[in-house]
């Protein structure tokens, strides 16, 4: 029997002050547009948000959780990567 | 005396008070959970514009009844709203065929009314445009969606709009309280509301491959408070907590 069920979209969020879409939820629609509304109507009722986006879950690619260790552990150890790591020499002005 | 600008405040709030009722029916039973959440955002829009309308005719009435009292206190021959909004929900695709043929004359309405010399009813038409703009799109996406979709969706929204369409003219209907109201300049003039109507609702049935009935038979007479068999099982619902607990609040 052929799966009825229709895709799953991802939802991202613009609110008022925010610069940038966040990721809100996920919902279920037959197209992009009805995505879109099905997302004002779930996310954004209480004023959460000025901007929509939503795109298939189909079409997200996500890192594997199992490779985190190989993945994030080794910046752990590299802290002269952050700028507070190194002392700024005494008459350097506007840093 | 009848005062015309009560009664035609009237005639709206109702139209918004009755499909909002309508569509509260759905809660907790939308085919998905989105559209659940959908419809119960319309409808409380439209409980909004009913407030916002009814409280305005209870002002103009000037015999101190509220928003409350009008909308919970009336006898069904006082409801004022046209029967297509009364209609029973039916199947989904019955709902939003009732809602998108509504959304479009509302559309036009509040467009017009933006030209009311009225303050109030000006300012109450612009916030509901708002809504109303969203609304008929969604109905109509839906239309289409439904009409264009599986023979099944197609047959079954054909047959909504078979059942529906009689009830459309009703939406144009015209008598003293209109001529009285444009006359003064409060309403502005609605020459050419059905036309207009027609060419925006033809449009989206046409993308949805929907034929608009040829039936000529048209239904008429909630504007002067003669309702289908419909509108006093919503009443029951509607006003038995003030019926049972007169005043009570929560």
């Known amino acids: 029997m052929a799966n009825k069920e229709w895709p799953l979209w991802e939802v991202f969020i613009r609110s008022k002050q925010g610069l940038s879409h966040k990721h809100v939820g ?11 509304e099905n997302a004002r109507d779930v996310y954004t009722r209480r004023s959460e ?31 002269y990567r952050h700028p507070t790591f190194y002392e700024v020499p005494d008459g350097i002005e506007h840093m | 005396m009848m005062n015309a600008l009560y009664e035609y405040l009237v005639r709206l709030g109702d139209d918004s008070l009755i499909i909002g009722h309508r569509l509260s029916e ?12 959908a419809m119960t955002n319309l409808s409380l829009d439209f409980i909004g514009q009913a407030t916002s309308l009814l409280k305005y005719a209870g002002e103009v009435e000037g015999k101190g009844r509220t928003e409350d009292d009008l909308a919970y206190l009336r006898y069904d021959r006082e409801y004022k709203n046209a029967l297509l909004v009364e209609q029973p929900n039916g199947d989904f695709g019955m709902t939003m065929m009732r809602q998108f043929l ?16 009225d303050d109030t009813l000006r300012a109450i038409a612009a916030k509901s445009l708002k809504e109303t703009k969203y609304h008929l799109k969604h109905s109509s996406e839906w ?48 020459d050419g509301l059905e036309q207009e109507w027609k060419e925006l609702v033809g449009v989206v049935l046409e993308e949805a491959t929907l034929k608009i009935p040829t039936n000529n038979w048209k239904h008429e007479g909630g504007r002067k408070g003669m309702h289908s068999e419909h509108l006093g099982y919503i009443l029951a619902e509607l006003q038995y907590m003030q019926r049972a607990y007169p005043g009570l609040e929560w």
């Open chain 2, 102 to 117: 509504f959304d479009a004359y509302r559309r036009l309405l509040f467009e017009r009314l933006l030209n009311s010399t």
């Open chain 2, 26 to 37: 759905w809660c907790g039973h939308g085919p998905i959970l989105e559209e659940d959440i």
């Open chain 1, 26 to 36: 996920s919902l279920r629609a037959a197209d992009s547009e009805m995505a879109i």
């Open chain 2, 143 to 190: 239309v289409i969606r439904l009409g264009d979709g599986t023979s099944e969706s197609n047959k079954r929204i054909q047959e909504s709009l078979d059942t529906l369409w009689r009830y459309t003219s009703e939406l144009f209907y015209s008598d003293e309280v209109d001529v009285e109201l444009i006359a003064t300049g409060k309403i502005p003039s609605m």
């Open chain 1, 49 to 79: 948000g000025v901007s929509i986006w939503v795109v298939e879950s189909n079409d997200v690619f996500a890192s594997n959780p199992y490779d985190a260790d190989s993945l994030y552990e080794p910046s752990d150890s590299k802290v």
